[in-house]
């Protein structure tokens, strides 16, 4: 599930810019909260991220067991898988700040890169 | 289920009948369908709570696996307590195959790790995806119970919290609509019943498990606080968990009939069974008090010799001593136990009473009684269970006890030490129907033990006191002497014996004498009666002659009076004589 582990990228500090941000977002449909996560997490890696992130958008309607794979409980999420440790970012991804800092795209309270 | 313990109380089963039948679904737990009369409200949610290793999953687990195994309703499982690896590996000792089960497709199982350390959390959300695994498992297996262990925990995985109440409510009634019997589980607080106020969702029915620690000793209880348009029991019950998994004990024994059976065997000793009219009811228990050292292991010991002696498998638990004890003690006395070891006739397990809690013995003595499936149990040293608990759960566990007991048809003895508190045993002694009580009684620098039949049900027994002797060949009950200074016993007995033996040839000779003299005064009365007998015999005679000698006489007169009359031309004299 997980790729190959980066012994750099294991703390919580801002990965290097070289690396490819590997994100999945579940969500069910397009219930207002998977929406609005869709919409919000697009702007946010168009922003930070071009042309570095991958996203898979997983559909539990169409697929409920894809769920267990990643210990899913509550849609929307969105799971980092790279860079690592993988994070989960529950929500809408509305609080911008959050979601950055769940991207690891900055330090928790500090600057964008 | 057929209810092989029958009901909690009587009273409560005839409510239970008149109402009108609320569909349940057995968990499949020995006991806990007796309590509920019939199991878990078929269609709702059923609220599981407990402390931490109470047992809510194994309990939760139990009710899976039986609607899987039993009742053919598959299941689905969550957890959030540990990985599907884990639970696996903690029920595989209860026989629980959940691998198989969802192999077979009857069971589905995920495993959720909640870990809020590494989830963040922006913006609103729902638990749909919670829902949708959910529902498409049970859509799967065509699932009929559902399992969410330990549903609190979510509580613990988001910020949220009134997203989660929200959910949570949802999920109640998402399950309700799907008519699956879910059973959730939830953590026990201080003073309620749980942490996050689960109950407010699950209004139908409620169980809480508790794990006491007293004096070191465990105890399992279980009690359903709440059961909405059902009877149920109210007590809180001890429950084990054994090999055989999860069960609860009612306790019944006391209004139960067990149908008992008429015939009587022997409690080893003869005159003990002459004393019991006949010996011991077949499926009866006989509780032996005394206090120590008056051979009441040794009466076990007989008890199962002479048990094994008829081809019939015996259970010896020892709470005092080992097996090997035990064995070497009865040989000093005579008596070999090991061939019947040998022979698979005779189980001797030794049980140290502080090693286990008490619903540990239970458990024990259920697994020992399903294996061995023994005719006749010897349970040696029951009160050496009060060490390490308080009466009244000694007293209700082995009333559990008697209970299994009597519940199999076996018939049992048990031995106790009763010190100087015999009231010690008055809870047991209602449900006994035997008690013979062996006491010390010291006098003259000895001790001797008298044997008594305090009571015996459906017998007419003796209310004689017998000595109780151990000698080479065993015990020996022995007539008492009962003299003017009380009972008798010992060497001191032994000299009123002999004392009395001596009076009695004493009296004997005296007799004799007597019965000669006698002898003597008769054949002399009897010569004296012939001489008298004679004497009469001759006066009689000499009287008769006498009247003859007179009647002749007076003959002769009228004779010489007639002719001197005709000589003198007379009249005749009279009519009478002229006829003459």
Not at chain 2, 223 to 236: D, I, L, M, P
Not at chain 2, 408 to 435: F, H, K, Q
């Amino acid at each position: 599930m997980t790729g190959p582990r980066d012994a750099d990228a294991a703390s919580e500090v801002p990965a290097p810019s070289d690396l490819t941000w590997d994100l999945r977002l579940y969500v069910t449909g397009r219930s207002p909260n998977s929406l609005r996560a869709m919409q919000n997490l697009q702007f946010a890696c168009e922003q930070y991220l071009a042309g570095r992130y991958h996203i898979e958008i997983v559909d539990l309607l169409e697929n409920p067991r894809r769920a267990a794979d990643d210990q899913i409980l509550a849609v929307p999420t969105l799971v980092r898988k790279l860079p690592q440790p993988i994070r989960k970012i529950v929500g809408d991804l509305s609080n911008s700040d959050r979601l950055l800092a769940g991207l690891q795209l900055r330090p928790r309270g500090g600057q964008a890169m | 289920m057929a209810s092989e313990h029958g009901g909690a109380d009587p009273r409560s089963l005839a409510e239970a009948d008149a109402r009108p039948a609320l569909p349940k679904a057995p968990t499949g737990i020995r006991g806990l369908d007796e309590i509920t009369h019939g199991g878990l409200p078929r269609g709702r949610s059923t609220l599981v709570t407990g402390g931490t290793g109470s047992g809510k999953t194994l309990m939760a687990l139990s009710f899976l696996v039986a609607g899987a195994r039993e009742y053919g309703e598959p299941g689905v499982l969550v957890t959030f307590e540990e990985t599907a690896e884990k639970v696996t590996a903690n029920v595989a000792s209860l026989g629980f195959d959940l691998d198989g089960l969802q192999r077979d497709k009857l069971l589905v199982m995920y495993a959720f790790r909640v870990d809020p350390a590494e989830v963040i959390e922006t913006g609103a959300f729902d638990l749909e995806a919670l829902f949708l695994l959910l529902g498409e498992a049970i859509e799967r297996v065509g699932a009929k119970r559902v399992v969410l262990d330990t549903i609190e925990l979510l509580f613990g995985a988001f910020q949220d919290q009134a997203i989660v109440r929200a959910e949570l409510g949802r999920l109640f009634r998402w399950l309700e609509e799907r008519a699956v019997t879910a059973i959730v589980t939830g953590e026990r607080g201080d003073s309620v019943l749980t942490r996050h106020g689960i109950e407010e969702y699950v209004s139908d029915c409620v169980i809480a498990l508790d794990h006491r620690m007293q004096d070191e000793i465990s105890t399992r209880h279980l009690q359903v606080v709440k059961y909405r348009g059902s009877a149920h029991g109210t007590n809180a019950y001890p429950f084990l968990i054994s090999a055989r998994g999860f069960v609860v004990l009612p306790i019944t024994s006391v209004t139960l009939d067990y149908g008992a059976p008429g015939d009587r065997i022997s409690t080893g000793v003869a005159r003990l069974d002459h004393m019991l009219d006949g010996g011991l009811l077949r499926g009866s228990t006989v509780l032996v008090s005394g206090t120590a050292g008056t051979g009441k292991s040794t009466l076990g010991a007989h008890f199962a010799d002479s048990a094994c002696g008829r081809g019939e498998r015996t259970l010896m638990i020892l709470f005092e001593e080992s097996p090997d004890q035990v064995t070497r003690n009865m040989r000093s006395v005579g008596m070999d136990l090991q061939p019947w070891v040998d022979a698979g006739l005779l189980r001797i397990w030794a049980a140290r009473p502080t090693a286990f809690g008490l619903e540990t013995h239970l458990a024990i003595l259920d697994r020992l009684l399903e294996e061995f499936a023994p005719r006749v149990a010897v349970l040696d040293g029951i009160a050496s269970l009060s060490h390490g608990a308080t009466g009244p759960e000694v007293s209700s566990m082995l009333a559990r006890k008697i209970d299994m007991l009597k519940g199999r048809g076996i018939t049992a003895m048990l031995t106790t030490l009763a010190g100087a508190d015999e009231s010690s045993m008055v809870g047991v002694s209602s449900l006994v129907d035997t008690w013979l009580l062996v006491r010390n009684v010291e006098s003259n620098g000895e001790r001797n033990r008298l044997l008594f039949v305090l009571k015996s049900r459906g017998t007419a027994h003796s209310n004689q006191v017998r000595e109780f002797v151990l000698t080479d060949h065993g015990v020996e009950l022995v007539d008492v002497y009962v003299g003017p200074a009380g009972v008798v016993t010992g060497s001191a007995r032994l000299v009123l014996e002999a004392q009395e033996r001596g009076a009695n040839f004493r009296q004997g000779q005296e007799l004799a004498r007597r019965r000669r003299e006698l002898r003597g005064g008769i054949v002399e009365a009897e010569a004296r009666l012939a001489v008298l007998q004679d004497e009469l015999a001759a006066q009689r005679a000499e009287f008769e002659r006498i009247q003859e000698r007179e009647r002749r006489q007076a003959s002769d007169a009228e004779a010489d009076r007639s002719a001197l009359a005709a000589r003198r031309w007379a009249d005749p004299a009279s009519p009478g004589e002229g006829e003459r």
